[in-house]
């Protein structure tokens, strides 16, 4: 079955509390954002694939690598398709849980990795390391992706707390 968006909201199965909805009701001001960046900050340190959402297109599944508060994807040729995400500037990205309803969605900054710098040498290398089914050494990988590919990050923005507190779960 292909799926065409992002999980969605409903009921967590394990703990029986709704996942994806308004907070407003129980935290508000600096609490709300303080429950936004802990939700973005854990499901950045756990994200292995996310939902990216680019304008007024349909939510797509990419794998991804998080460093510190950053999740880092790469496209192009004979890696994940990423349609827009390149070009735009801004994204959303949606988390979901263990059980496959969405925990938290954010907004992120969109940039690419330059091969010459300094981030593209601390971060290239763990990413290949951990592109499953990739021929050719880490070192080979990385030297395709500088040539064929793009390497992106997505960094939250300065407001991601405040729209992840708006789609957190509720206790």
Not at 29 to 41: F, K, P, T
Not at 69 to 84: K, N
Not at 143 to 160: E, G, I, K, N, S
Request: with cysteine; charged share 20%; hydrophobic share 45%.
């Amino acid at each position: 079955m292909v799926s065409t968006g992002p999980p969605s909201v409903g009921r967590h199965r394990r703990w029986g509390r709704m996942v994806g909805v308004s907070t407003a009701d129980h935290a508000t001001g600096d609490s709300a954002r303080a429950v936004g960046q802990a939700l973005v900050a854990e499901a950045t340190r756990k994200a292995a694939v996310v939902w990216v959402t680019v304008s007024a297109r349909p939510a797509y599944a990419v794998w991804c690598l998080p460093v510190g508060e950053a999740l880092f994807v790469v496209t192009g040729a004979g890696e994940q398709d990423a349609p827009g995400l390149a070009h735009a500037g801004v994204a959303a990205v949606t988390a979901r849980g263990d059980h496959g309803g969405q925990i938290v969605t954010w907004s992120v900054r969109v940039t690419t990795v330059d091969p010459s710098t300094e981030r593209w040498r601390e971060v290239v290398p763990a990413l290949a390391a951990k592109r499953l089914n990739a021929t050719g050494s880490v070192d080979e990988i990385a030297a395709r992706w500088a040539r064929d590919c793009t390497v992106l990050a997505l960094d939250p923005t300065d407001d991601a707390a405040q729209a992840a507190a708006l789609t957190a779960p509720t206790t």
